[in-house]
């Protein structure tokens, strides 16, 4: 096992138009400054998640999202939220993914990609984009409801425990200005640990939000963010 692991706090919009969108970058890796339990993360991964069976019942991959890749991430993330569900890192990385980077460029380049195919479904990803980011309440004003798939709505939407707007508020994100608070990655960790371990519920619930007065301010304006691929915070 490697000592070190990722931990998920980088994240800012990219895209254009109306379909701009947060995404998750490449995450800060190093040795965990917290031993002997999992480390608090605002954010959820798809490349390694595992909860109790009533995660998936309770926050289901909406099936009404083709040709969807970028955006993923968020939905699952903030619907997770707004059910009450809390999202750690662990102490070790117990499995990787090979990028097509390297000596595994020329295995890894002759993988299908589901997006080959978008010439045949032309505009259905950005429709698609438009439920997900309505949805989590991240349109931009132009984009009314009606403008959007409302199928199964409630399936596949937001909880009631927390709110998205809680969130936004606590980590550092603008919807209207569609902007983030950057540097997130220097509070996630010993920080937010015990900023937020004191007000986990008794009765195993997850942290208790309506605890929490923090909100997270950009603690360098002044420097200019890192990009989102490539780099370490």
Not at 36 to 51: H, I, K, N, R, V
Request: net charge positive; charged share 25%.
């Amino acid at each position: 096992l490697h000592q070190s692991r990722p931990i998920m706090c980088r994240t800012d919009y990219e895209g254009w138009g109306d379909g701009r969108h947060l995404r998750h970058g490449q995450q800060p890796e190093g040795i965990p400054g917290i031993k002997g339990e999992p480390t608090l993360e605002p954010y959820w991964a798809a490349d390694f998640s595992f909860a109790r069976g009533h995660f998936v019942l309770q926050v289901p991959y909406d099936q009404y999202l083709p040709m969807i890749f970028q955006g993923e991430e968020i939905s699952m993330g903030l619907r997770g939220f707004t059910y009450g569900y809390d999202y750690y890192t662990h102490e070790k990385s117990v499995c990787f993914h090979m990028y097509a980077v390297g000596k595994n460029k020329s295995k890894r380049k002759k993988v299908k990609l589901f997006w080959e195919h978008s010439s045949l479904y032309s505009g259905v990803g950005s429709q698609a984009m438009n439920r997900l980011l309505g949805i989590i309440l991240m349109n931009p004003a132009c984009i009314t409801p009606d403008k959007w798939l409302h199928e199964e709505e409630q399936k596949y939407g937001n909880g009631k425990v927390r709110s998205l707007q809680k969130f936004f508020d606590t980590f550092g994100i603008h919807t209207e200005s569609q902007t983030v608070e950057q540097h997130l990655c220097r509070f996630v960790g010993k920080k937010m640990q015990n900023e937020f371990k004191p007000h986990l519920r008794s009765d195993a619930m997850g942290i208790n939000y309506d605890k929490i007065l923090f909100r997270f301010k950009d603690p360098a304006p002044d420097e200019k963010p890192p990009p989102l691929n490539g780099a370490r915070l």
